[in-house]
């Protein structure tokens, strides 16, 4: 249940319980009252009016009583008179119950309410006592009914009702209103927040809410903003850490870089000299040679991942047909041994360059850590290319399927390191993101490594 | 064999790269900075300049418009390793290719006989061939545009060549890499890009929509129709 709802709930049924308390005992006290005294006077009218029938007259036939009822029925009522089995008046006796005629019986003045022609009557009933002897007073063996309306009283006992309803239910709306506005002040500054927090979820590490009043909500506002201030805070130290660490490999690497050049630049006279160079020199000459080249190699594959990291990394983007790409990018590094199904008229929009570095990175891998034979697979899927590079070894460890696209990740610490530079996956995966595309490893079920290349063939732009 | 102009303005690069264009049997002259390469330029009369983007002074980009500028000389730049930016820039200052540092020795060596090699376009018969405003001369290797000639750098030349060897017919970017940068699919498209934007601003009467150097979306360019 939201908390909205709960404090609506709150208030409605606080609201119901004064309503009630206030309407509901005001309005039973006031129909009590309204009906005790309405009773009250028709007894005492009837009794006067009872009173006014003495002396009695001796004879008590039918006529007689006729004549009792007559002058105790009052405008609106009728009566009626009995004694010794004989009854007269103009009274329907069937709404004399049972329980009312035993009180009379008994000497007592009885009154009840009844149903009667689709209103509510009031019947009153008394026994005319005779006085014998100044003290003890008799029955006369008369009893008497009156029947008169009572349903005067009882509307205006319902009109009270319904003021009771009115007020009660005005009462309900206006809690209702003032627990929406109370269920707002409040919610307010929670769903402010709630959004401040999801901006930070999000990474919006500047998201802080407004701090009003000295209340609890306020309270809970300011700590959330401090602790968003010490989080950014703290974020902003760790990033500009980083961005010092990566500006520093991307220093070394370009620092790096001139001396190599100029070695580099000599190494083609080297080769071209070594073999008229006596024994150790020209072994010792080869190595310089072949370790200089692998050194440019890790260069300027460090120099690619600091390009990468920071964003300046570009996409050069051409029409081309994807098939020739990879055959040259195949020819180019002298990888024969590859067993390839490449179909024709697969064009695409993307930077032949880069998708030659995956390329070569992925069959060099293949051919180095698999087991020949290798092929590599071309076809459409939708709106993508594939390529895929397996090998028919062992495939990779579930261990290290995670980790293939690592930077320096060795499959097997006990691996030299003349294998290469150690990101030339890194590099085919990043490529393929800087593409919008994605590149998976996995094992295919017959054994062997299975690596797949999904990238957007792009469309006209 | 070539002479070449080696503007480098770090010592053991400058050394490293004389010492191998030497060998390999090119005649070299290897200065620090631009000005002074810019000094040399009449003097020793080169046939290629080699040049080093990052110059202390007067940098590598002016250095390359002041040289297309004053002519046609072939001219390859070093760049740090796809630096886009800078590559972008060098080719629209007039560069017709380059090599990114550090380089083997037979990359530069390729670059530079790519850039010399200048009438592979077999000549046909006819001397001279007439598109529209534009005369071609194979053989004398001029182009005049309303009878007046137009000065185009080695690269720019031989594009048109090719393109206008065939007219009507595409070519993907691919293809002129191969013919004319002597490079395959693995070649650097922006190469073509750049040259052809610099051929067009030659040759076009509104660049914006060339007539000669037509765009094939998709495909790569070709030479009309007229």
Known sequence: MTLRLRLLLAFALLSIVTAVAVAGVGYVRARDAVVQRAQDNAVIETTNRVEQLYPLPTRLDAAALERIAGRVSGREGTALAQARGVVAGSMDSSVITQELRDLVSSGRVGWQRVPYQGGVWLVVGMQLRVTSGGSSSGSSGVEVYVLRPFTTEIEFVGELARNAWLVGGAGLLFALGLGFLAARGVLGPVRELQLAAWKLGQGDLTARVPVRGRDELASVASTFNSTASSLEHYVGELQRMEADARRFVADVSHELKTPLAAMTAVTDVLDAETGSLPGVAGQAARLVNRETLNLTRLVNDLIEVTRFDSGTAALALDDVDVAEVIRASLRMRGFTDVTTSLPTDVRARLDPRRLDVIVANLVGNALRHGSPPVFLTLWIEGSSLVISVGDSGPGLPDAVLPHVFARFYKADSARGRSEGSGLGLAIAWENARLHGGTLVAANRPGGGALFTLRLPLGGER | ?226
């Open chain 2, 1 to 226: 064999m070539p002479r070449v102009l080696l503007i480098e303005d770090d010592e053991a690069v400058r050394e490293g790269l004389s010492l191998a264009l030497t060998y390999q049997g090119h005649t070299v002259d290897a200065v620090r900075t631009g000005e002074e390469g810019l000094d040399l330029l009449s003097s020793v009369a080169p046939d290629v300049v080699v040049l080093d983007l990052m110059l202390p002074g007067v940098d590598g980009f002016e250095v390359c418009r002041r040289i297309r500028a004053a002519g046609d000389l072939p001219i390859i730049m070093l760049t740090a390793r796809n630096d886009d930016i800078d590559v972008v820039a060098g080719l629209e200052a007039g560069a017709d290719d380059y090599v990114a540092k550090p380089a083997q020795a037979r990359v530069l060596e390729a670059r530079i006989r790519a850039v010399l090699r200048r009438s592979s376009v077999s000549a046909p018969e006819v001397v001279a061939e007439r598109y529209g405003d534009l005369t071609i001369d194979r053989e004398g290797l001029v182009v005049t545009r309303l009878g007046r000639p137009v000065s185009l750098a080695p690269t720019e030349l031989r594009l048109l060549l090719e393109l206008s060897s065939s007219p009507g017919r595409v070519m993907s970017r691919q293809q002129l890499l191969e013919s004319v940068w002597d490079q395959g699919y693995l070649g650097d498209s922006r190469l073509v890009d750049a040259c052809v934007q610099r051929l067009r601003s030659k040759i076009e009467d509104d660049a914006a929509a060339p007539l000669y150097v037509q765009t094939v979306r998709g495909f790569g360019y070709r030479f009309g129709p007229l």
